[in-house]
């Protein structure tokens, strides 16, 4: 929810509970915003839709895949009160503003004005457990980012240097532009890369590269490699 502007000087920095280790959200929390605005907020509650924004989006496969799913069982289970709690402070704005009381006692619910929503892409197991950040799943020559929902753009930088640094092998792939080439063993000779300070050696291009990438392309990559030897 969004804080009126008569009651702004109420947050005049972020504020955030203690968050729960057994959950990876951060609690409601008070937000002031760079265009000078508070915000409030969020709950935890199962959207209907994968791309719903309001209460009224909804999408039946995603609703289903979600409701049938039996780790969604088995959490709901193992924290009850918690699910009904998140559920309450969503419904009610007496008992989402008890929850705010938490961290600003003085706050009341005329001071909120309603305010927007996100959709959170939490990855949850087969046994009801919500995976912690990150998860990190190479299958064959395939490198999938799982549940990065939070610190996706402020920890982008990081988080591609430990994919370099653990996960990615003797498979490249360098994409230049709107054209692509993928480095490894060719048919028809071997290319050799070697990423030290943009060092790349190219063996049996004749043979293997002629035939596989049109001459255009690899005087580009010639060019470009050479701005920085």
Request: hydrophobic content about 40%; charged content about 20%.
């Amino acid at each position: 929810m969004n804080i009126k502007n008569d009651y702004k000087h109420l947050v005049n920095h972020l504020i955030y509970p203690v968050p729960d280790p057994k959950y990876p959200f951060l609690g409601l929390h008070f937000t002031r915003l760079v265009n000078g605005s508070r915000e409030v907020g969020p709950n935890a509650v199962l959207a209907l839709k994968r791309e719903g924004y309001t209460n009224k989006d909804f999408n039946m496969n995603d609703f289903a895949d979600a409701v049938f799913y039996k780790g969604l069982h088995k959490f709901v289970f193992k924290n009850f009160n918690f699910t009904i709690g998140e559920l309450k402070s969503s419904m009610s704005t007496n008992a989402f503003v008890n929850k705010a009381k938490k961290l600003v006692p003085d706050v009341e619910g005329y001071m909120f004005d309603k305010g927007t929503a996100g959709v959170r892409a939490q990855a949850m197991d087969s046994d009801g457990k919500l995976i912690m950040d990150f998860q990190i799943e190479k299958i064959d020559n395939q490198i999938h980012l799982l549940n990065v929902p939070s610190p996706a753009t402020t920890g982008s930088l990081s988080i591609a240097k430990y994919i370099i640094d653990n996960y990615m092998d003797r498979v490249w792939s360098l994409e230049f532009g709107v054209w692509s080439l993928e480095f490894g063993v060719c048919g028809f000779g071997v290319w050799d890369l070697e990423f030290g300070i943009w060092n790349l050696i190219l063996k049996s291009i004749k043979k293997c590269g002629q035939k596989i990438i049109p001459n255009r392309i690899l005087i580009k990559v010639k060019n470009l490699f050479t701005l920085f030897q």
